[in-house]
């Protein structure tokens, strides 16, 4: 427990001195405020540029703003994650900064669950607060087809879940592979395939990303399934990395 705690305190301190929490804040935070706007003043942006009726052509609603962001938070969020948090493990690690802490009886276990812990909390409040901020820029500027707040915070919540899960699968790569970069990779890859195989419709429900799915179509179909399932791939993954921790030669 004493392990846990010093780890996590260290790992806030050293967030907040890297500008990790900045990082991510911005890499989350801002494409809420900015997609509204851009999608409101795109047929301004292309009146000069295409003959015709805008109107017709573009259709903008506030669920269309939502889902921009939500795309967003698929893409461009994820690497900027990815980029910010691919060394968290494997630095430390190579650098043998866990050399002290072990000799003085650490616990790796608890350094890997403070790890999971604080990233897992950190990106689930960013993306909430993205959600809450896009909801109220989309309803402002846009009338048509509006959601219900409920269903968006449904959606921020699946969004959260597999953040969890990306943040789990990059630290666990993190434990096997000495370059950051490679395991951000690899994440990234898993990424999109996982993004081709939740179109089958026998383990679509069963593949973390189908939370992105749902999220982007507000639904809550097999909703279930698919949380158990990611947040069970999430324990696998945290006890294969405590084990990799506690055998790996920290010396």
Request: net charge positive; hydrophobic share 55%.
């Amino acid at each position: 427990m004493n392990t846990f705690k010093a780890y996590l305190k260290k790992e806030i301190i050293e967030s907040w001195r890297h500008y990790k929490y900045l990082i991510l804040l911005i890499g989350i935070v801002l494409f809420a405020i900015l997609d509204p706007i851009i999608l409101k003043l795109l047929p301004e942006m292309l009146k000069n540029e295409i003959n015709g009726d805008l109107a017709s052509l573009i259709q903008i609603d506030m669920k269309s703003a939502v889902q921009n962001y939500i795309k967003d938070l698929n893409q461009i969020s994820l690497l900027i994650v990815l980029l910010t948090l691919m060394g968290t493990l494997s630095e430390e690690v190579s650098s043998q900064k866990l050399v002290f802490p072990y000799s003085k009886g650490a616990n790796l276990s608890a350094i890997v669950i403070s790890k999971i812990l604080h990233y897992s909390v950190t990106l689930s409040i960013f993306i909430i607060t993205g959600f809450a901020i896009s909801y109220y820029y989309a309803t402002t500027l846009f009338h048509n087809n509006v959601i219900a707040f409920n269903k968006i915070l449904i959606s921020s919540i699946l969004m959260s879940i597999y953040y969890i899960f990306i943040i789990t699968l990059l630290i666990f790569l993190s434990s096997i592979l000495k370059k950051g970069i490679i395991a951000a990779l690899l994440v990234l890859i898993l990424h999109i395939v996982s993004s081709i195989l939740v179109n089958i419709d026998k383990i679509a429900k069963f593949i973390p990303y189908n939370l992105i799915s749902l999220a982007n179509s507000f639904s809550t179909e097999n909703i279930l399934t698919t949380i158990i399932s990611a947040m069970l791939y999430c324990i696998i993954l945290s006890i294969f990395t405590m084990k990799i921790m506690n055998k790996i030669e920290i010396i």
